[in-house]
């Protein structure tokens, strides 16, 4: 697959977890009233959690190595988890504490800052095409 079908279908996946980040994060914000950025924290998680299921089954569906899903869940994570997750937070800490703006819409525009380090993460590392070294000849 090219690389601009798979960020067609990253972003597609990327508006559905996009949903489940500003859904949770409204719904945390209204019910429980706490601080942002941990309202914010949690709600990333429920965004990386739902990205990689569907990243796994739908953007780089074709792409299967040798570590399982486990693996792949472990380098998901370390990547674009840990990207969203700093990312997200510095991004909200400046936009809603330094400049003002409600945490919702923050917290909208600090995903799309985000969404190309987590394509290019996810499609080099995460869920990349893992090259198996030639067996030597000879003895």
Known sequence: MNTLARWWKFNVVGAGGMVVQLASLAAMNWWHGGHYLIASGVAVEAAVLHNFVWHLRYTWRDRRDGSGRLGQLVRFHLSNGMTSMVGNLGLMRLLVGEAHLPVVPANAIAVVCCSVVNFWLGHRWV????????ES???
């Open 137 to 139: 000849c000879g003895g």
């Open 127 to 134: 869920f990349g095409v893992r090259r198996v070294a030639p």
